[in-house]
Nanobody, 115 residues
């Protein structure tokens, strides 16, 4: 049974940083592309970033490029998202997902960027 458990969210001021983590289990983590998606109230899921199985390939939405860094530790079955220079528009629930559209995802972690 696939389990994805996100952590690391919180309240941060504009310009601040957070590091999200996602602990994965129930599947062979190192075989899959992994993704971060986010959702704000009243909006659908938005793809944020993806990383290849070995970690050598990464992709980012234009809105976060240059500010967010995705990474993974296959030995620990863990996915990360380093978020820097956070803006109010980054406020959302962030989900770790097995697919780009968030069809298989965890329960999410809230990130609030506010002064």
């Amino acid at each position: 049974q696939v389990q994805l458990v996100e952590s690391g969210g919180g309240l941060v001021r504009p310009g601040g940083s957070l590091r999200l983590s996602c602990a994965a289990s129930g599947f062979t983590f190192s075989d899959y592309w992994m993704f971060w998606v986010r959702q704000t109230p009243g909006k659908g899921l938005e793809w944020v970033s993806g990383i290849s199985p070995g970690g050598g390939g990464t992709q980012y939405a234009e809105s976060v490029k240059g500010r967010f860094t995705i990474s993974r530790d296959n030995a620990k079955n863990t996915l990360y998202l380093e978020m820097n220079s956070l803006k109010s528009e980054d406020t959302a629930v962030y989900y770790c997902a097995k697919d780009k559209f968030g069809g298989v995802r965890g329960r999410g972690t809230q990130v609030t960027v506010s002064s």
